[in-house]
């Protein structure tokens, strides 16, 4: 059974950065599934923030571009999100998840990868940005 571990998480003030870590273990390698971060705000339903295909193609919510970016290193079996000009809006419990590459018709990363189910979670690791 694929297990996934976040860290990284932690406060920061309106343009910092952090880089959270999501560590796969039990199963496959991080490159045999397509990978991703959600994150969910109190009171809001969880948003699909980036993901990464099997092939390592990615995609990210357009609220992100330019600002996040997923990242992987298959000998650690990890992904990374690595987040620059954090703002409050960001604040969000992070979550990894992992499930098939091919799955109710969506392959890899394409537009809809946030809809299909993920058949593996991580708990989550709390973000807070605020000065």
């Known amino acids: 059974q694929l297990q996934l571990v976040e860290s990284g998480g932690g406060s920061v003030q309106p343009g910092g950065s952090l880089r959270l870590s999501c560590v796969a273990s039990g199963g496959f390698g991080v490159d045999s599934y397509r990978m991703a971060w959600f994150r969910q705000a109190p009171g809001r339903e969880r948003e699909g923030v980036a993901c990464?295909?099997?092939?390592?193609?990615?995609n990210h919510v357009d609220s992100v571009k330019g600002r996040f970016m997923i990242s992987r290193d298959i000998a650690k079996n990890t992904i990374y999100l690595q987040m620059n000009n954090l703002k409050p809006e960001d604040t969000a419990t992070y979550s990894c998840?992992?499930?098939?590459?091919?799955?109710?018709?969506?392959?890899?990363?394409?537009?809809?990868?946030?809809?299909?189910?993920?058949?593996?979670w991580g708990r989550g690791t709390q973000v807070n940005v605020s000065s």
């Open positions: 990464i295909s099997r092939g390592g193609g990615t």
């Open positions: 998840a992992a499930g098939p590459n091919w799955d109710r018709g969506v392959l890899g990363c394409t537009s809809q990868w946030p809809t299909v189910p993920y058949d593996h």
